[in-house]
């Protein structure tokens, strides 16, 4: 029988006066990819940042890998440090003062405490050791707020296999990158998927990735509408269901599949 990595258990939020998730439950097994789709507004940042703690819960129960996470997102430490989450967005303003490999550093020290588990050797090599994995090892010396879009996403890639995970959550993780590049991030998350063993969950509004390379989906527009393969929750009766009747797909135009280019330009 499959691990159980994730268990929630009608979970609900309120803003304000307003539900914005509302009694959903689902599990995810080991080594499972899992999208979380549906229409602007159908709250799944929030139903995500509420599995995370980041928002309150009005009800509902999370756990991972058996151990209930608190309302804030309380764990372990050991378990805490099992667990990764990529946000839309990681815009520093400014000259941000943290270079590529201190801030993949902080994904490599234990939650809750100044010093890491283990020496200083043992930390820097772990760091080398993801920013060869995520193709960033010429990035260690740069600032952060240099980065381009792709280089800063390899780079938060870089922050989540620093240390061993169980769970990684995306919150549309390809946000601000064109098709090519868009391409190249998936291509090497599957890569570190398959070499971790990764359990992913991931929103995204890019229906055709998601129907060539997730496991599951779930289809939520305040509730949970639908969930199961890409081919029976991404069915035209079911979108038309969950996006409304004159819903048309938007097509994104990839390009033939390859690996990652290991230099993005970084913006004028």
């Known amino acids: 029988m499959a691990e159980m990595v994730l268990e929630v258990n009608h979970l609900s939020v309120r803003r304000d006066a307003v539900t914005a998730v509302d ?3 689902f599990q995810l097994v080991a080594e499972s990819d899992t999208a979380l789709v549906g229409p602007n507004g159908a709250g799944k940042s929030t139903l995500v940042q509420a599995i995370l703690g980041i928002l309150p819960r009005h009800a509902g129960e999370v756990r991972f890998l058996g151990c209930s996470l ?3 997102g309380q764990l372990p430490r050991e378990l805490r440090a099992k667990l990764a989450y990529l946000p839309q967005s990681l815009v520093p303003r400014g000259r941000f003062p943290l270079t590529v490999a201190e801030f993949v550093g902080l994904g490599w020290d234990p939650p809750g ?7 200083r050797q043992e930390r820097g090599s772990a760091i080398r050791a993801a920013l060869s994995k995520t193709l960033c090892a010429d990035l260690a010396d740069r600032l952060l707020s240099e980065l381009s879009c ?3 996403k390899r780079v938060l890639l870089a922050f989540c296999v620093v240390r061993p995970r169980r769970l990684l959550v995306l919150d549309e993780a390809q946000a601000g990158l064109d098709a090519r590049a868009a391409e190249q991030f ?3 998350l ?3 998927r398959r070499s971790e063993g990764w359990t992913i969950l991931q929103v995204s509004h890019d229906l055709e990735m998601v129907r060539r390379t997730c496991d599951g989906v779930l ?3 305040r509730s949970l509408r639908c969930h199961g393969t890409p081919d029976h929750a991404l069915s035209p009766n079911r979108l ?3 996006y409304g009747p004159g819903f048309v797909p938007y097509h994104h135009r990839h390009p033939p599949h390859r690996p990652p280019h290991p230099e993005d330009s970084p913006p004028a």
Do not use: E, F, K
């Not at 405490?113 to 020496?119: Q, T, Y």
């Open 23 to 25: 009694d959903v439950s």
């Open 70 to 72: 608190g309302r804030r």
């Open 113 to 119: 405490l100044a010093l890491p588990w283990m020496g």
């Open 150 to 152: 792709g280089q800063l």
């Open 186 to 188: 998936h291509t090497l």
């Open 190 to 192: 599957y890569q570190l």
């Open 219 to 221: 289809c939520l527009n």
């Open 240 to 242: 038309a269901q969950i």
